[in-house]
């Protein structure tokens, strides 16, 4: 009997699903880089997939991209429930009255967006069948940026809650190109990243080079690019090569945080004002099945090995 699912799939093996909300806030660059905490209150919610048991399991924090919650973040939460591991995909738009970013980036910060995964962590430590000391972030584009960045030290400081961290960091397709206070300075737990060297949307040079200064700096970080991969290789809904025409692209300068939360240009040495920021429109995402297929079996096989689960990582064939 076919399970719907689509090929290369596999169908999880969920025992519950449960709906959580929980309260964020929306704040916008300077406001975040400053530790302010008057943003707006943000009402947001995430959907738990636990996996079949009634023991305590890890569980993976899963943050969507611009699109929204779509087919890769529901076929993650299955991989994840196929080992053992619960999932919590965490819809950041829909309590915001946003439907996508893809158009129109200034809808919501990727920095409230850390604060979102924070708050997430809050949650699922106080779950009685996850262990909090096994609790994993993983993030897609825009919401790689977020499980990227909240492994910051600095950021842990301003916006987590003491003594409560993410065992684990996992970012797909990052955008890395600016250069923040301290952001050498992580929080000691594993930091693993996933792009497309074809990826004409948030190209992987910043992300690489982001990697090799983290590396340079003690911390256990690996980058991994798919030769001939494009954003969003991890989608089997996307034909191989699919236009966004209207997609709002990064303008390709590299950024600096000064003190004071200010962004610099590094190339006009100029403030960035995010309303007269040079953007392009047009980019393209597209599945690459050989790399969907290698990502997953490297990210199952990295918890099973850090989470020292009983499951075989499997991967797909």
């Given amino acids: 009997m076919s399970t719907g699912n689509p090929p290369g799939t596999l169908a999880a093996p969920t025992a519950r699903i449960e709906i959580h909300t929980f309260d964020s806030l929306n704040l916008a660059e300077h406001q975040f880089l400053t530790a302010s905490k008057d943003g707006k209150i943000a009402h947001i919610a995430g959907e738990l997939r636990l996996p079949v048991g009634t023991e305590r399991v890890p569980a ?8 929204g919650i779509g087919a890769t973040v529901d076929l993650w939460a299955r991989e994840m429930n196929s080992i053992g591991v619960a999932a919590f995909a965490v819809d950041c738009f829909t309590g915001r009255g946003i439907t996508q970013t893809i158009t129109d980036q200034s809808q919501l910060t990727a920095f409230s967006m850390i604060v979102d995964a924070y708050r997430a962590l809050d949650l699922l430590a106080k779950h009685p069948r996850i262990d909090p000391a096994r609790i994993g972030v ?6 790689g940026f977020a499980a990227l960045y909240s492994s910051m030290q600095r950021f842990q400081r301003e916006y987590g809650t003491p003594n409560l961290q993410y065992s684990a960091h996992i970012a797909f397709y990052p955008r890395c190109d600016t250069r923040f206070i301290g952001d050498e300075d992580l929080t000691h737990h594993p930091v693993r990243i996933f792009h497309g ?3 004409d949307y948030v190209p992987a040079a910043p992300a690489r080079e982001y990697a090799e200064r983290l590396r ?6 690996q980058i991994t690019l798919f030769d001939g991969a494009r954003h969003s290789f ?3 809904l996307h034909p191989q090569v699919l236009q966004l025409p209207d997609a709002m692209v990064p303008d390709g300068c590299r950024y600096e945080e000064r003190p004071a939360g200010v962004i610099v240009n590094l190339e006009t040495g100029k403030p960035l004002d995010l309303s007269a920021a040079r953007v392009r429109r ?3 995402v597209g599945y690459h099945p050989r790399a969907r297929a290698d990502a997953v ?3 199952k096989k990295f918890f099973t090995s850090t989470w020292i689960l009983a499951h075989e990582p499997g991967g797909e064939k």
């Fill in 60 to 67: 993976v924090v899963l943050i969507h991209g611009s699109g």
């Fill in 138 to 143: 993983m993030g897609f584009s825009k919401g």
């Fill in 197 to 199: 060297a074809a990826d």
């Fill in 216 to 221: 340079r700096a003690g911390s256990d970080v």
């Fill in 234 to 236: 991890d989608n089997p």
């Fill in 282 to 284: 047009g980019a393209s």
């Fill in 297 to 299: 079996k490297a990210v």
